[in-house]
């Protein structure tokens, strides 16, 4: 793997990257967007947050699961054999994409604008110079390129945990100045240098650098008495033409006014 900094973190990659990688989503979404209530008398996060609400709730979601990740509990719970590797492969692959693997979508000279990639920046450069003091992710550069070593994990999940509180505390009180700060201190723009590095890194790769689904069709089965019976699973052939059939028969507004 080009952005892999050595075999352990491959290794670690090739065994735990996809479970932790669903772990992560299924954390983001279940106990992460799930959870952080405002206090009392304050408003939603698109009136006091206005153009940072999303990013920082989808940032606090991603912290969450961070922070839940990297923990006993899970194999506890029987999810996982090894929480630690689990736990040390999401982190590796989290920090890479952050910092890293997705300015690939990006061309040379944007900003970083979408939602979920400014969270997945700003968590990540975040806890990378707030851990400098203690070299807790090393930033090392051989051959003419770049790699993040994490080399203490358990002070990343302090990290971690700690822009949670935060995030958290900016949620409840609705406070515009400092996710305001917090994104456009680290989630906005992008080292030129680095950019045009992983990108020429990239050139040799052929993968897509979005992906998308194509969602399953649940087809039921009545009774005589119209109740539903059973059902079969269709599985479209093409996104296109899922996309279409929504549009046919979804739309809300007919294409005539
Ligand atoms: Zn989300």
Avoid: C
């Avoid at 996982?80 to 920090?95: F, L, Q, S, T």
């Avoid at 897509?208 to 059973?230: C, H, Q, R, T």
């Amino acid at each position: 793997k080009e952005f892999v900094n050595d075999s352990t973190e491959l290794e670690l990659e090739e065994k735990y990257g996809k479970l932790a990688d669903k772990l992560h989503t299924a954390l983001h979404e279940v106990i992460g967007h799930a959870s952080g209530q405002l206090n009392p008398g304050v408003g939603e996060t698109k009136e006091t947050l206005k153009n940072y609400a999303s990013t920082l709730e989808e940032g606090r979601a991603d912290l969450v699961g961070l922070y839940y990740l990297y923990s006993p509990k899970l194999q506890e719970l029987g999810l996982v054999d090894d929480w630690k590797k689990v736990g040390m492969a999401a982190y590796d692959g989290y920090i890479r994409n952050g910092l890293m693997t997705q300015l690939i979508r990006l061309n040379l000279g944007d900003d970083v604008e979408e939602a979920h990639m400014r969270n997945r920046q700003w968590v990540s450069a975040w806890v990378f110079e707030k851990g400098k003091a203690d070299n807790v992710i090393e930033k090392i550069t051989r051959d003419g390129k770049t790699y993040y070593n994490i080399n203490d994990y358990e002070k990343l999940h302090d990290l971690f945990g700690q822009l949670l509180r935060e995030t958290q505390r900016i949620k409840s009180e609705g406070d515009y100045a400092a996710v305001e700060h917090l994104v456009e201190t680290y989630g906005v723009k992008v080292d030129p240098t680095l950019h045009a590095e992983i990108l020429e890194r990239n050139k040799q790769f052929t993968s897509a650098p979005y992906s998308g689904f194509v969602n399953p069709v649940l087809v039921p089965k009545m009774n005589d008495n119209g109740e539903i019976e059973s059902f079969t699973i269709e599985q479209p052939k093409t996104f296109a033409e899922q996309m279409l059939f929504y549009s046919k028969n979804y739309s809300n507004l007919p294409v005539v006014n």
